[in-house]
């Protein structure tokens, strides 16, 4: 599961492929101030992680694992903080066609570019409402960047980006989805039908 997430997250944010490393995968990430790369571990085991943590020279470099972030702490070398605060978690879903309807004064477009959809919802003076995308791996789908304005939540808005995405990836064969979410987008899934597959557990290298 954290390989297709890793695979599906360069794909929807166009960064070069993953790096495969002997604990896991190394993600390039570009034009964000916070994050220039991050190592992310399939398995938790203390060696790998220990492994990654050393291998790390570069401030705002981030570690994500599935485990939670206290297992981990321990392990890491001087330097490493654990982000307590964007500990997220790693959903899924077996997809399956809902054929929303957009929420009323709401119009919504779809466009795809590669592997990548995007789809938005744009309110009555044209302004966008809310947003998603995801990138296609075949059987499997990565959602990412599912977002609803402040001034138009609690309308059913996420849901239907959700549920649209959804319908567009049965449409083209996948039968799995994968996205990696925050507490808040945890709620929102959950009522969709997502279920948890483990917690990502993120660290950042901060000497």
Sequence with gaps: MVRTWVAGWAVSRQTVPPVEKSWGYYIEVADNPDEVGRHVLPEVRESLVRSAARSVSVP???MKTPAEPGEIEPWLSPGWVVAWEETGHLM???LMATHPDAPEGY???METAGAVTYVRVMDAAGGQAAQGQMASLGEAVVVDRVMTSEAHRRR???HFVMRTLA???VEEGAVLGVLGATD???ALYETLGWKKHTTLGECVYRP
Excluded: S
Aim: aromatic share 6%; charged share 30%; no cysteine.
């Design 60 to 62: 705002r470099t981030w």
């Design 92 to 94: 899924a879903v077996d």
């Design 107 to 109: 119009t919504v477009t």
């Design 156 to 158: 059913g808005l996420g």
């Design 167 to 169: 319908d567009r990836a």
């Design 184 to 186: 808040a987008g945890r």
